[in-house]
């Protein structure tokens, strides 16, 4: 039932309950998300601030404090459940159904923040913080202090835009599983630098993020 987004979230739950409870809305049944989101919050918080402890080091508390509120609003954990193509998965009243829920940022941000709380319930803190740490490693990787946070693909193509190289050609190579829960494949190739990397993810954005990632490593390990 819920074999794409663990694939997507790279976690699979021992207890699919707390998985189900995690995705449902209090406008669908009880019992609902809302205090898994609560625990999820913590969770979030806590795995986030010592992802920037330990890569800023020299960096004060009031911006380290400022960082992960950039990270942990709703408008970033928004993205990051639509990349998960979480919303397919959500459990919503009728209402919430027919007015749009399955795309409102606040009920997409709380539920992503619900299954937090839930894989941290499943297996414990450090499952929850790699899964946290893995979707998070592209905006952790773009923070620059003091300046905005980019991802992947914007990194990518500053990259290859200061070198005067051609920008990344995007291919999207496959689809798998239903169509409410699809998992993309994409490649992304840089034909002057002979590289070429794949990404999978529950978005195509997600999907070319990942690859822009690979890419991009792999161009400053060579450089």
Known sequence: MFKSLEQAIDYRFVNTSLLLTALTHRSHS????????????????????????????????????????????????????????????????????????????????????????????????????FVISRLYESMLAGIVPGKPIKDAKTRLQEFLQGKRLPLPRYTLQSTDGEAHAQVFNIVCEIDCMRVRTEGRGGSRRAAEQIAAEKALERLLNHD
Do not use: M, T
């Open 30 to 129: 009880s019992p609902n998300n809302e205090r898994l989101e609560f625990l999820g919050d913590s969770i979030l918080n806590a795995v986030i601030a010592r992802q920037l402890y330990r890569r800023f080091p020299d960096v004060p508390e009031g911006d380290l404090s400022r960082l992960r509120a950039n990270l942990v609003r709703q408008e970033s954990l928004h993205q990051l459940a639509l990349d998960l193509s979480l919303g397919s998965h959500l459990r919503l009243g009728e209402g919430e159904l027919k007015s749009g829920g399955v795309s409102r940022p606040s009920i997409l941000a709380d539920a992503l923040e619900a299954v937090f709380g839930a894989i941290w319930l499943d297996g414990g803190f450090e499952p929850a913080s």
